[in-house]
């Protein structure tokens, strides 16, 4: 059984192809980063016009690579929301037109959902139920999962996603784009410890982060400089805000486990990627002895093979879309009380 | 014109729910000020004066470009931040803001101008204290 995945949310666009649920014959992703990093960010009418351009050769590459051809694909599946619209649009529409021209299955997958599930393209793979951190430049949430397709939503941000975070404290002091990646490198010289910075959340009960409030400190803290003519120390600058960051997701993604009662936890999400996050969890899990799953980057960004293996579980399931399959903006949760 | 001082981002958000309560379908809220100034902040109290339930939260639209609430009008919450001016035809504004109230953050970016609107400016004063000065045109 081949399933053929698009995914086309934000700005990469991106195709794979995966057997049986779990042999990836190709995983592509076409990143529009340099496009992006002119303008210090992403343009949502840009991105959308670069995924039409990008989509046709890249599936095509993708076949080609995956050495099969479009008649041996049994299904094909994207991604239709959460995400930019404009974006979302262009994968849907091609997604359909294909699984309309090939007579095949059409599968919608939620790109959340696809985060959570990119840990089953490794070999080792959690048991469920587990606890999900969801962290990228859109989201920042904890997850209940129970199974592949049904998960609740612990806690979310209130305001600014973490990736946001560190793409605004990038703008803020002129490291361009992409920040999270720049500030964490700068970071590496850096002292952490210099500088203090909120913990926003960790006072408060519940699973709910914040990162809004430790944006207007960095900016604070560089304005007060600024103002006394003194230079800003960029790195351990960079050091505090991201110890900072991470300290808050690890704390809460412990108190999710320890909610929960369970003993596995996976790491999704663009920011999934950051070295520090993974270190700080990796070393907790052997202090605190619970299980950490942690994708590898590749599939942490955004990628197709993990909505392949979203699309494969509904598959099984015979959850099909209709042709006209809409796209949406912003994701809504079932939500666990605890 | 109102000049208001606000000492903690709770109080922002209190003046904002007072101005969110008299808003009516067809307003629209030019947001402008730098990172960190308190604009997410107003909305977050624009979206209680309009009824939009605790539990729903107003999450920066930097990424999704716009958000949607629902209160007893719908609220439309568009940042502007990652645009190009030329980008910003093409969100449809005045057609969102026929149907509810419409919040712009990063007004600078705007490349047109509303015939009516009630512009907020945000000024950084120290670390907790904000200037937001409210401009209605009538």
Redesign the interface.
């Known amino acids: 059984m081949i399933i053929l995945a698009i995914e086309t949310s ?1 700005d990469e666009t991106a195709c794979a192809i995966l057997k049986d649920g779990r042999y990836l014959l190709a995983n592509l992703v076409a990143s529009q980063e340099e496009l992006h990093r002119r ?1 210090g ?6 991105a959308s016009r670069k995924h039409m351009e990008i989509i046709l050769p890249i599936t095509e590459e993708a076949l080609k690579k995956a050495n099969v051809s479009l008649e041996n694909i049994d299904a094909v599946c994207v991604t239709n929301g ?3 619209i ?1 974006s979302l649009v262009i994968g849907v529409s091609f997604a359909k037109a294909l699984a309309y021209g090939q007579k095949i299955p059409l599968i919608a997958c939620d790109h959340i959902n696809a985060h959570i599930l990119a840990v089953f393209l490794e070999k080792e793979r959690p048991p469920f139920p587990f606890v999900a951190l969801v962290v990228s ?2 989201h920042t949430a904890l997850f209940w999962v129970k199974d592949y397709l049904e998960f609740y939503l612990l806690g ?6 973490a990736g ?1 975070a560190f793409d ?1 404290v990038a ?2 002091l002129g490291l361009g784009y992409p920040g999270g990646r720049i500030i964490s490198r700068l970071a590496e010289e850096g002292n952490p410890d210099l500088i203090p910075l909120p913990r926003p959340m960790l006072d408060k009960p519940g699973f709910d982060f914040s990162f ?2 430790l ?6 803290y560089v ?2 400089l600024k103002q006394k003519g003194l230079s800003i120390p960029l790195h351990d600058l960079c050091a505090a805000f991201e110890k900072a960051v991470v300290e808050v997701l690890k704390e809460k993604a412990l108190a999710a486990l320890s909610a929960t009662n369970c003993q596995h936890l996976v790491l999704a999400g663009g920011v999934a990627a950051n070295k520090r996050l993974r270190e700080t969890l990796k070393q907790e899990a052997q202090k605190k002895n619970f299980r950490l799953y942690l994708p590898s980057p590749e599939f942490c960004t955004d990628n197709a093979a993990m909505v392949a293996v979203c699309g494969y579980r509904k598959y099984l399931r015979g959850e099909f879309a209709s042709l006209d399959l809409d796209v949406y ?2 994701a809504t949760f079932k939500k666990l009380s605890l | 014109m109102e000049v208001f001082k606000t000492k903690s ?1 709770e109080e922002t958000e209190q003046l904002a729910e007072k101005l969110g309560k008299r808003l009516a379908c067809g307003d629209i809220i030019l947001l402008f000020g ?3 100034a308190g604009k ?2 107003f909305v ?1 109290g624009l979206a209680r004066g309009l009824g939009v339930p605790e539990d729903y ?4 639209p ?7 609430y629902p209160g007893r009008i719908p609220l439309y919450h568009v940042d502007l ?4 001016p ?2 910003v035809y ?1 969100l449809g504004l005045e057609e969102l803001a026929e149907q509810g109230v419409l919040v712009i953050e990063w007004s600078e970016r705007l490349p047109f101008s509303f015939d009516k609107a009630i512009k907020v400016y945000f000024e ?1 004063l ?2 907790q204290e904000r200037k937001i000065i409210i401009d209605i045109d009538i």
């Open positions: 934000c303008y960010g992403i343009v949502p009418e840009l959460p995400g930019l404009g430049g859109g979310q941000t209130r305001d600014d996603a946001e605004k703008k803020l809004s409030g944006k207007t400190a960095v900016v604070n304005n007060d903006a912003r | 981002p730098d990172l960190g997410t902040t977050k939260y107003v999450q920066s930097t990424f999704a470009i716009i958000n949607e931040y990652r645009l190009e030329e980008d093409d950084i120290d670390a």
